[in-house]
């Protein structure tokens, strides 16, 4: 029987996608080295409630210098992180200490820094890392956990805010990481972090949210469970539009604050869900299993029609689609993104070519395949000319659409 990372309950598995490699993990083309697979599934917790995947990635597999994602290649996240740091510097004040775990190049960190306040990012991906430093962040590049965090607290003192944004759901040792964070809050401080709701998975069958790096998937009903093993307490929880759907979560030390409505109302919400019921979760596998379906029976016919189709946005979820599709350069002549470390690489497993934006505009395919989901309304906003020019997108979640 497989236990739960958390509280060492009985997990109870509800989906299994089969042997997939690390999602961020692009190729050279040259490399001929074995690639890393694992077994991807998913399963909640009967005592805790928390969902979390079955198997577990070494973090040095998945973290490391190359690490590709860089945080501010979306204007609209650029955006959501500013305006985030703007906020906690109102709430820390002038003397205030502001940290972040997973800081990556910055995005959030470098509005606080330019704006003078006391700061410190963990990144332990050295190439985001060093995009955070060049542009004035004080960056440690190590992992965060309960040693990190008391070495922080003796240099610097407590924090009065922590936040950490895609980032705590990527960390199996996430009690190391609750403990190191009750060291180091100050003791009204606040710990801030926004991962994927899984209602939201769930709502919009979004299984490509679940790969290597996404270990836990949160809900208002799991995180207080955990929150309170550390002495901590759920005082909001507010969802947020980013991501295909999350929710930003605030922790303080037991007591130290009044938790607000949004904590009592999203709890009532996921208990009228059934967010970890059985028939909630039988009807998701159910409807990924037809996504599936729906979806190389389509990528099929357009190839079959001589239909050209181009993937748009080599993201990690996309990892999780093809391979469970079995979707190769046969179905999708390859991916664009404008990523330069993931460009003139191929994408895990199932090897589509990962080029350019250049690729993409300078000849329209007749189908763009929306890896890139989440960010649909930015790339939409900026790609009028392919639909105007007769080209249409295909999305997936919550079910295969052709638009226009
Ligand atoms: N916060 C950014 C980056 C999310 S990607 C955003 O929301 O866009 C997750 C990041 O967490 C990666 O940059 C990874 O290197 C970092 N990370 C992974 N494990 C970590 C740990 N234990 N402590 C701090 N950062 C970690
Ligand atoms: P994400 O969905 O995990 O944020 O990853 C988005 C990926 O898509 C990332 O590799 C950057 C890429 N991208 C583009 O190529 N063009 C765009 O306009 C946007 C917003 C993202
Ligand atoms: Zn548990």
Redesign the pocket.
């Known amino acids: 029987m497989t236990i739960c990372r958390v509280c060492a309950g009985p997990l109870q598995e509800f989906a299994d996608f089969g042997r997939h490699p690390l999602s961020d993990a692009f190729r050279r083309p040259e490399d001929d080295s074995e690639e890393f697979f694992f077994r991807l599934a998913v399963g909640s917790c009967a005592s805790c409630t928390m969902v979390q995947l079955v198997e577990e990635v070494p ?1 040095e597999l ?2 490391h210098e190359g ?1 590709p ?4 290649g979306s204007a609209f ?1 650029r955006a959501h ?1 500013e305006a985030a740091a703007r906020g906690f510097l109102d709430r820390a004040g002038p003397d205030g200490f502001i940290v ?6 910055g ?2 960190l470098h509005v606080v820094a330019e704006a003078g306040g006391r700061h410190l990012g ?4 050295g190439a ?2 060093a995009v955070a430093a060049s542009r004035g962040v004080r960056v440690v590049g ?4 309960e040693d ?1 965090a008391a070495g922080i607290r003796a240099c610097d003192g407590p924090a009065d805010v922590i936040f ?4 705590l759901c ?2 199996p ?1 996430v009690n190391s ?1 609750l403990k190191g964070v009750s060291t180091l809050l100050a003791p009204d401080g606040i710990f801030v972090f ?1 991962d994927p709701y899984f209602a939201d998975i769930l709502a919009k069958s979004s299984f490509d949210q679940i790969y290597d ?1 996404h270990f836990y998937f949160f809900t208002a009903g799991s995180v207080a469970n955990l929150a309170a093993r550390h002495g901590l307490e759920l005082v909001a929880a507010e969802r947020l539009p980013v ?1 295909g759907g999350e929710v930003r979560y605030t922790l303080m030390r037991a007591g130290a604050g009044l938790p607000s409505a949004s904590v009592t109302d999203l709890l009532a919400a996921e208990a009228v869900y059934g967010v970890t019921e059985e028939a909630t979760l039988k009807q998701f596998q159910s409807t990924v299993e037809r996504i599936r379906t729906d979806l190389t029976g389509l990528l099929s016919l357009l190839r079959d029609k001589g239909k050209t189709v181009a993937g748009y946005g080599a993201t990690a979820k996309s990892a999780t689609v093809t391979n469970f599709c079995g979707i190769g350069p046969d179905l999708v002549s390859y991916v664009c993104d404008t990523t330069p470390a993931k460009q003139g690489r191929l994408t895990p497993g199932v090897h589509l070519p990962v080029r350019p934006h250049s690729a993409f505009a300078e000849s329209y395919p007749d189908y763009a395949l929306l890896f890139a989901w989440n960010h649909a309304t930015e790339i939409m906003a900026k790609e009028q000319e392919f639909t105007r020019s007769g080209g249409r997108w295909i999305t997936y979640v919550p079910e295969v659409t052709i638009t226009p």
């Open positions: 973090r998945m973290f690490y994602y860089y945080s501010s996240m992180f972040e775990l997973g800081c990556n190049d995005a959030m963990i990144e332990p991906s985001v890392a190590e992992f965060f956990d990190l950490a944004a895609n980032t990527h960390i040792y990481v926004e790096e991501h």
